[in-house]
Nanobody, 119 residues
Framework: QVQVAESGGGLVQPGGSLRLSCAAS????????MSWHRQGPGKERELVAG????????NYADSVKGRFTISRDNAKNTVYLQMNSLKPEDTAVYYC????????????WGQGTQVTVSS
């Protein structure tokens, strides 16, 4: 059974920081690219950040470049999203995705964690 589980969301003031974590089980974690997506109120789900299976390459949405950092610890089967300088427009449900390095049909999602940026 494959499980992807996010944690670390919450309420934070503008300019504050949060670190999201995503733990995956039931997969060979080092063979999966990991990514974070978000869906704000009334919006489509969008890619926020991605990282390759070995952690050698990352990509970010333009809206979060310079503020968010994705990283992974394959020994812990965990990917992180460090979010700094948060803005109200970052408010969304954040989802973690695991995609197999070779077989993209093996694609798993977590349930999401709410991030609310408000004073």
């Amino acid at each position: 059974q494959v499980q992807v589980a996010e944690s670390g969301g919450g309420l934070v003031q503008p300019g504050g920081s949060l670190r999201l974590s995503c733990a995956a089980s039931g997969v060979t974690f080092s063979r999966y690219a990991m990514s974070w997506h978000r869906q704000g109120p009334g919006k489509e789900r969008e890619l926020v950040a991605g990282i390759t299976s070995a952690g050698g390459s990352t990509n970010y949405a333009d809206s979060v470049k310079g503020r968010f950092t994705i990283s992974r610890d394959n020994a812990k089967n965990t990917v992180y999203l460090q979010m700094n300088s948060l803005k109200p427009e970052d408010t969304a449900v954040y989802y973690c995705n695991a995609r197999h390095l070779y077989w993209s049909a093996y694609d798993y999602w977590g349930q999401g964690t709410q991030v609310t940026v408000s004073s």
